[in-house]
């Protein structure tokens, strides 16, 4: 056991699942307390663990409460966290030595929630979007750290790509150097979180969650480290026109810079104020891509199960 385990905390039900070889599936937090407001991020998450029930799989959404890192919540642990909202500590890497020793509540980003997948013995993560290279990061030099922990983290990532308030092509250029597959699936072009559409290719298009199962299997038995994303399109009929986001999204960036809004709390910001402008209809987008990924998610989960047996 290492020294983090002892702060771990794994759900009688996923440990269950775990313990028998059964397809498990992550999921992250900071979506219920700071991606969404309340009640939707409770009727999401909840939706969320029953897609992936109907999947085949066993969901494991991930937080730090009382400073224990929880891998499985009950109900009324997912309403505490969207109740709290914004009050709940977003954590990141640099974060979570701190949470723990002080015995705080903590919403897991994309970073932490692989972190303690992989301490639990989780491959599959299932979320919206990742982080990623932000817009102007050559001098603000703000980049996700979710980004280092795709490439030292042995944890599958199934997202609708990289959020659209970043800069692509140079989140790309990161994951390339980093040696992180991007695959796309039943795509080759890279989808951009709200719309399908972002001009950028993947490194390989994926046609069924058995290749994603065997790619990453692959990945394993040959002793590469670090992880893989696979960028599902959000579906079409939620897609959003991609010069419509994009007009809205410059203008949130826009007022995130003259508010002087940085760090980790300039996604919470811009989705907030991108939801904002377009009436919702992001947040609607936001619902059903994350619908779309867990049940990706499940799917390969069950096809990962299956060639281990």
Known sequence: MTELNKYLDIAPEVKEAL??????????????????????????????????????????????????????LSADEIDYLGKKGHDVTKVSRRDLAVVCARGMDGATTVTTTMIIAHMAGIEVFATGGIGGVHRGAEKTMDISADLEELAQTPVMVICAGAKSILDLGLTLEFLET?????????????????????????????????????????????????????????????????????????????????????????????????????????????????????????????????LEK
């Open 178 to 306: 980093r040696g992180v597959p991007v695959l796309g699936y039943q795509t080759s072009e890279l989808p951009a979180f709200y719309t399908r559409h972002s001009g950028f290719g993947v490194d390989y298009e994926v046609d069924s969650p058995e290749d994603l199962a065997k790619i990453f299997l692959a990945k394993r038995e040959l002793g590469l480290k670090g992880g893989a994303v696979v960028a599902n399109p959000i579906p079409e009929k939620y897609s959003m026109d991609k010069a419509v986001i994009d007009k809205v999204i410059a203008e949130a960036i826009d007022e995130a810079n003259a508010k002087g809004i940085h760090g980790k709390e300039t996604t919470p910001f811009l989705l907030a104020k991108i939801a904002e402008i377009t009436g919702n209809d992001s947040l609607e987008a936001n619902i059903e891509l994350v619908f779309n990924n867990v049940a990706l998610g499940a799917k390969t989960a069950v096809a990962l199960s299956n």
């Open 19 to 72: 313990d028998a070889g059964k397809p498990v599936v992550a999921l992250e937090s900071t979506i219920i307390s700071h991606g969404m407001p309340y009640p939707q991020n409770v009727e999401t998450a909840l939706k969320v663990e029953s897609i992936i029930r109907e999947n085949g799989a066993v969901p494991a959404t991930i937080a730090v409460i009382g400073g224990r890192l929880r891998v499985g």
